[in-house]
């Protein structure tokens, strides 16, 4: 069965600095791996996705994210952070062939410091 | 883009009661899912359709069951709500198998 780990459950980022969420996945096959961001009181807004071909993914909102098979992770990223930036992140995995939903990691909580 | 629309984003019952969640999409999607969230769990999926009348249990259908007689709607239903299920309740639709899944707001139920 598929799984996602994400290692963090809150991270503390100052505004400006550099971001890096942790994502980590076990399937047996080739992934669909995908970033989602919760707003509070909010559904789930796609920042980005990996199918297939560059493992580095470009989203939305500045965010990127690399895709490393050796590593089993999908690692978020951002340059710069802005306070609107707070929220929270999901990882998910999905699997070709099963139309059976995403699996989700339990999110991280990040908290922009002024 | 697309518009994924929980009728409610609050409700309160109570025991024993039976209730319902209704989700509808206006994009002519296959797939639809029903997931709970809940703190320290993140999402966990209940249900989903991929197609009319079709239904697959997803990963916690205990207590649960769902309904999609129209390609657009997809209800959940609480047969005999209990307190264990005060939760978030998202809708997502997709497209078709893995493509992005798009997310209704949510709706958050309290059971007393």
């Known amino acids: 069965a598929q799984s996602v780990t994400q290692p963090d459950i809150h991270i503390t980022v100052s505004e400006g600095a550099s971001l890096e969420l942790r994502c980590n996945y076990s399937y047996g096959a080739t992934p669909y791996l995908f970033w989602y961001v919760q707003s509070p009181g909010q559904g789930l807004q796609l920042l980005l996705k990996y199918f297939s071909g560059d493992t580095l993914v470009q989203g939305i909102k500045g965010f990127e994210a690399e895709f490393k098979r050796s590593q089993s992770s999908f690692n978020l990223r951002k340059p710069s952070v802005h306070w609107s930036d707070a929220a929270e992140y999901f990882c998910?995995?999905?699997?070709?062939?099963?139309?059976?939903?995403?699996?989700f990691g339990k999110g991280t909580h990040l908290i922009i410091q002024p | 883009d697309v518009k994924v629309t929980q009728s409610s984003r609050y409700l309160v019952k109570r025991t024993g009661e039976k209730v319902f969640l209704e989700c509808v999409q206006d994009?002519?999607?296959?797939?639809m899912f029903w997931y709970r969230q809940d703190p320290g769990l993140g999402l966990r999926l209940i249900y989903f359709?991929?197609?009319?009348?079709?239904?697959e249990k997803g990963d916690i259908p205990e207590g649960y069951s769902v309904s999609r007689e129209k390609k657009e709607r997809f209800s959940l239903i609480l047969e005999s709500a209990s307190t264990n299920q005060t939760s978030m309740y998202l809708c997502a639709s997709s497209l078709q198998e893995i493509q992005p899944q798009h997310f209704g707001d949510g709706t958050r139920l309290s059971i007393l």
């Open positions: 359709s991929y197609d009319v009348k079709m239904k």
């Open positions: 994009m002519d999607h296959e797939n």
């Open positions: 998910a995995v999905g699997a070709l062939g099963g139309a059976d939903g995403l699996t």
